[in-house]
């Protein structure tokens, strides 16, 4: 079964740190880069992080520096290291494949950020 589940949201003050897990179908997560992306309320989806199958990683500007994306082959999970958090990291974050599968997307979790 082609799935992918995220977990790891809540709500946290402006500054500090979560850490959202990914758990991905083998036949999705073994021959595909990965990536976070993120929904923010009344704006696009975007793409924040991502993850090649041998661990290059990328980044949108406004996450570099403050979150690491990682990704385990032996448990088929991929992971998104959030620090520094800020208000304008609330959004609902998603992982799919780089490039997004429509068919796979997930519920999500949300991250809240007060501040």
């Known amino acids: 079964q082609v799935q992918l589940v995220e977990s790891g949201g809540g709500l946290v003050q402006a500054g500090g740190s979560l850490r959202l897990s990914c758990a991905a179908s083998?036949?999705?997560?073994?021959?595909?880069?990965m990536g976070w992306y993120r929904q923010a309320p009344r704006k696009q989806r975007e793409l924040v992080a991502t993850?090649?199958?041998?661990?290059?990683?990328t980044y949108a500007d406004s996450v570099k520096g403050r979150f690491t994306i990682s990704r385990d082959n032996a448990k088929n999970m991929v992971y998104l290291q959030m620090n520094s958090l800020k208000p304008e990291d609330t959004a609902v974050y998603y992982c799919?494949?780089?490039?997004?599968?429509?068919?796979?997307w997930g519920q999500g979790t949300q991250v809240t950020v007060s501040s």
């Open positions: 799919n494949t780089v490039p997004e599968r429509t068919s796979y």
């Open positions: 083998r036949i999705i997560f073994s021959f595909n880069p």
């Open positions: 993850i090649t199958t041998g661990g290059t990683t």
